[in-house]
């Protein structure tokens, strides 16, 4: 079930999603009057180089320049993102599919929002530490954690499946940035969980959530997320928000703990890219 | 890191009316404008001397992708700012104008104000026309912005009635004197496009419509509000006189076509 759109500028949330990570995946925004395109130049796929279209008509009437664009760019992938809130999109899907243009879907992502500012209560658990990563030692066990439980294969638990280089590379230089805040969870003094918050104008965007292969089903990941939320709440008023796998068992503990569907972000990729680029 | 953060937000704040592209990279960030040409509005800000210098090429082959003059805006705070101007005029790059950046966290006390939040078509035409007006007009003492081009004349003309920006107009007399518009994004809010009619300019009467928007960020709650004006313009005086603080200032530097 979505919510329906009240006190929430949508479009505001995806150019903050731009904004929080502008040190870390994204680093090019081309506003335009249509929609946006959002890029990276450390990391090629569709996930972090895509268009988001602000108002359906003016996509259509503009999709020749948007879809030139997109294709200039010959070395990322030309990705479409439609997000549902949007009205009449469904036309735009229907000219994505059209011969001339030829974008597959690929997937779909829920965009959530955790809003309530009261403190969740955490389970008791021995021989646990959460550690703000601050310098190089950390970070090593940051990125640690994070290779192994975003390297393995694409799983329910993991919908994300194994990340490519890049996504690690690109983590050292983030973390230089205040904004960019890190958690480590360890259980015994060893490494086990992590995840990150990344701030922008007091809104708070959870990324990078994952627990050691090896450690899964021990509630790590859960622990952390509380540490997290009630760190959150107790330093900002504003709102958290993260995106994941619509459908996924990732996403319905997410609603477990409290978060709330925003909307959900068809990802559309032109069919045979790769090839047409060789 | 802070400071950069101004810039970014500065560009949020904007990306619906001036700025509209935004490039960041670990050695500093850019920021242009496919609507306005102009080097006001198409620069790359450093973050140090030395990723300035190592990356000239890389910057300059930037500026020709986006079919703009090479130009650079130098923040006050960074360690030898002297030394890349310095560097900067030998590679052939002039100075412009230094700009500086104002924050301003207090209510104003001033009771007795009659402005207009543009609502109605009727109302954005009346602000328009001031807009179009003054900035056609010559610069003053008062009034440091003037003689623009066309295509900032055209963006005005353009202009909508938005949910994101505020449009007002001060009157005196029941003569309207200026307009200003308001950016809002959360907490945070900014002022652009303050114009006093040719007429207005010998007082700085036409400044109330800038107390006139502070009103209007505190009434939503913003707590922070950006101004940037000419560095040590009578504007700048004035905004420290009535609640504003300097943060830093930037420094333009454009190479010759």
């Known amino acids: 079930m979505i919510i329906k759109k009240t006190k929430y500028d949508f479009s505001k949330l995806i150019f903050i999603h731009f904004a929080v990570q502008k040190h870390m995946y994204f680093n090019n925004a081309i506003c335009e009057n249509y929609g946006t395109f959002y890029m990276s130049d450390n990391i090629e796929d569709s996930s972090w180089n895509y268009f988001v279209p602000e108002n359906a008509y003016l996509t259509l009437r503009n999709f ?57 209560r955490q389970a008791k658990k021995d021989n646990i530490t959460i550690k703000l990563l601050n310098n190089s030692k950390l970070m090593k066990d940051y990125l640690n954690v994070f290779a192994d439980a975003y390297g393995g294969e694409k799983t329910e638990l993991s919908p994300y499946g194994g990340l490519s280089k890049e996504y690690i590379n690109s983590l050292d230089e983030a973390y230089k940035y205040d904004n960019n805040l890190a958690f480590i969870l360890y259980y015994n003094n060893k490494p086990v969980s992590v995840a990150s918050l990344c701030l922008h104008g007091g809104y708070g965007g959870i990324y990078g959530v994952g627990t050691k292969q090896a450690d899964r089903g021990q509630g790590f990941s859960k622990y952390l997320m509380i540490y997290l939320i009630n760190y959150y709440n107790s330093h900002y008023d504003k709102y958290l928000f993260l995106q994941t796998e619509t459908d996924s068992l990732v996403e319905r503990f997410y609603k477990h703990l409290g978060f709330k569907k925003l909307f959900e972000m068809e990802m559309y990729v032109k069919e045979n890219f790769n090839e047409q680029q060789q | 890191m802070n400071n950069n953060n101004n810039f970014f937000d500065n560009f949020a704040l904007q990306r619906k009316m001036y ?14 404008s496919t609507l306005i040409k102009d080097s006001d509005w198409n620069y790359f800000i450093p973050y140090t001397k030395e990723a300035l210098l190592d990356n000239l090429d890389s910057i300059e082959k930037e500026f020709k992708k986006n079919n703009r003059t090479i130009s650079f805006a130098i923040p006050s705070y960074i360690d030898d700012n002297e030394k890349i101007l310095k560097a900067l005029k030998q590679k052939g790059c002039l100075f412009g104008n230094k700009e500086q950046w104002l924050e301003c966290s207090k209510k104003p006390n001033k009771k007795e104000m009659k402005y207009t939040v543009v609502k109605t078509e009727a109302e954005l035409d ?12 010559s610069t003053s003492k008062i009034q440091p912005y003037g003689n623009l081009n066309e295509e900032y004349l055209k963006k005005i003309e353009n202009l909508k009635i938005n949910q994101n920006q505020t449009n007002l107009i001060y009157f005196f007399n029941n003569s309207p004197v200026s307009a200003c518009t308001i950016c809002f994004d959360g907490d945070l809010s900014a002022i652009y496009n303050v114009a006093i009619l040719p007429k207005y300019q010998d007082t700085d009467l036409g400044y109330n419509a800038v107390l006139g928007a502070i009103k ?27 609640g504003f603080i300097d943060l830093f200032y930037l420094t333009f530097c454009a190479k010759k076509k």
């Open chain 1, 64 to 120: 020749d320049k948007i879809y030139k664009n997109l294709i200039t760019n010959k070395s990322k992938a030309s990705c479409i993102c439609l997000p549902n809130y949007l009205i009449d999109y469904k036309y735009i899907k229907e000219l994505l599919q059209e011969e001339k243009y030829k974008y597959k879907y690929e997937s779909k992502e829920s965009w959530l929002i955790y809003d309530n500012k009261k403190t969740l």
């Open chain 2, 19 to 32: 700025f509209n592209v935004c490039r960041i990279t670990n050695y500093g960030e850019y920021y242009f």
């Open chain 2, 126 to 137: 009346l602000f328009k026309y001031i807009l179009i007006r003054t900035y056609s007009s």
């Open chain 2, 216 to 242: 209007e960020c505190f009434k939503s709650k913003c707590n922070k509000i950006l101004i940037q004006v000419p560095r040590g313009s009578f504007f700048n005086e004035w905004l420290l006189k009535n």
